[in-house]
């Protein structure tokens, strides 16, 4: 949620960044002009009770007091009555302000490239070069149906579509992945965190999740509870409510199922692993001191950028334009892998700094000493990796022209199998 109190303070400067996202900033007058109500409810109050406590100074200073309180009752409670007229609209207003506010994005760093939707986000850097392949490459489903580890099938007759069934060594790859990502995480100083996959309305609101994105989301109604779209919810919200003591800055990470009605472009990704309902994702936060969120959002690219290199992946890192930029983000990297099935990048993670915008829903503050007043932390996060689309990307980059796959160096003390060929691993 944005900052009121820099709305008041600089409404041209938010208008100014506001302006460069899709939606606008028609919302800035509205927000101004509501507030301006407000301020002038709480001024009426306050100047009433000012009037009032006069009144009730002149009664403290009289010779006779019961007389003066006497003569003076009728104004008292007529005051007490314009007062509470007063105060009655305020709850009113600040109500109309947290809702026109609760729909309006972060703010975008002024580092973020302007343009009008992904075809406009800027390259950073290449890393990799594509495999030169003997043969002409197969896209993964057909590599994971041909092996016998990607059941699409019966999946379907499970759940319909967009689901999958891992089998064999496609489980056992996709295991070895999550753990080759959560050993890297503890490595860099990650706190690894099981948390609920079914949490509030309340835990989604704190994140931005609601109600910018309600559609996408599986919910049980009776309960209230929602199935997480990524572990980010539950690992930043869980600090909600809290004055940090600990040293910034703070990082978690978490494996979890993640579960979001992916719909698509209209005929694209209707086969194979990129666009499921389900899926699984190791996610990475940082709660970050405001002065190093910036800094930080490199580091934890860095992280990302540092298991695709160790798999030895080709991707390439995109900075997301103005209309490109996630509702809660101030500034995101892409980071897209090369899929040659597919002969194009896909999104493999994205790391993104939310700065304070999470931290005002969830009020997650710290102190930079004891005395000191509260400020709100600046929150960050990033796939490390999406365990689906890495396995994708291993089935894709690392095929062999006998219908076998050969698993990376890195993963192979994690599967404990260099090879996945139609008759079995080896």
Not at 69 to 74: I, K, S, V
Not at 131 to 160: T, V
Request: charged letters at 25%; one cysteine or more.
């Amino acid at each position: 949620m944005l900052d009121l109190a820099l709305l008041r303070r600089d409404p041209e400067r938010v208008r100014r960044i506001a302006a460069r996202r899709a939606t606008g900033a028609a919302f800035v007058d509205d927000v101004v002009a509501v507030d301006g109500e407000l301020r002038a409810a709480r001024t009426a109050a306050e100047t009433l009770k000012a009037e009032k406590n006069a009144l009730t100074a002149r009664i403290a200073k009289a010779a006779d007091r019961a007389a003066e309180a006497q003569r003076l009752r009728p104004e008292i409670a007529a005051l007490d009555a314009r007062i509470a007229d007063a105060a009655a609209s305020v709850p009113a207003l600040e109500q109309r302000i947290d809702a026109l506010l609760a729909d309006v994005p972060n703010l975008l760093d002024d580092s973020v490239p302007d343009g009008a939707g992904e075809d406009d986000n800027v390259l950073v850097r290449t890393e990799g070069a594509p495999r030169d392949f003997p043969f002409e490459p197969k896209p993964h489903w057909e590599i994971g149906e041909a092996l016998g580890i990607i059941d699409f099938e019966r999946a379907a007759k499970l759940s319909g579509s967009r689901f999958s069934i891992l089998r064999g060594a496609g489980a056992r790859l996709s295991r070895a992945l999550a753990s080759f990502f959560l050993a890297r995480a503890a490595e860099r100083g990650y706190e690894e965190i099981v948390p609920p996959y079914l949490v509030s309305r309340t835990t989604m609101w704190s994140t931005g999740q609601l109600t910018k994105f309600a559609d996408a989301m599986f919910v049980d109604r009776d309960a209230d509870l929602f199935m997480i779209p990524t572990s980010e919810v539950p690992l930043v919200a869980m600090r909600s409510g809290e004055i940090l003591t600990e040293a910034l800055p703070l990082r978690y990470t978490a494996y979890s199922p993640c579960f979001r009605k992916e719909a698509g472009a209209a005929g694209q990704d209707t086969r194979g692993l990129i666009r499921q309902h389900q899926f699984e994702k190791v996610e990475l936060i940082w709660l970050a001191d405001p002065e190093r969120s910036f800094e930080a959002l490199e580091r934890l690219a860095a992280d990302a950028a540092a298991l695709l290199d160790e798999l030895e992946l080709p991707y390439r890192v995109m900075s997301l334009c103005s209309a490109d930029v996630g509702f809660a983000s101030a500034k995101t990297y892409d980071f897209e892998v090369w899929l040659p099935g597919q002969n194009r990048y896909r999104e493999i993670s994205s790391c993104s700094n939310c700065t304070d915008f999470q931290a005002r829903r969830t009020q997650i503050r710290f102190r930079r000493d004891p005395k000191a007043k509260p400020e709100f932390v600046h929150t960050l996060n990033g796939s490390g990796l999406a365990v689906g689309r890495t396995l994708v990307a291993v089935l894709e980059n690392y095929q062999q022209a006998d219908g076998s796959v050969v698993v990376p160096r890195a993963l192979v003390p994690y599967t404990g199998f260099e090879r996945i060929a139609p008759n079995g691993v080896s």
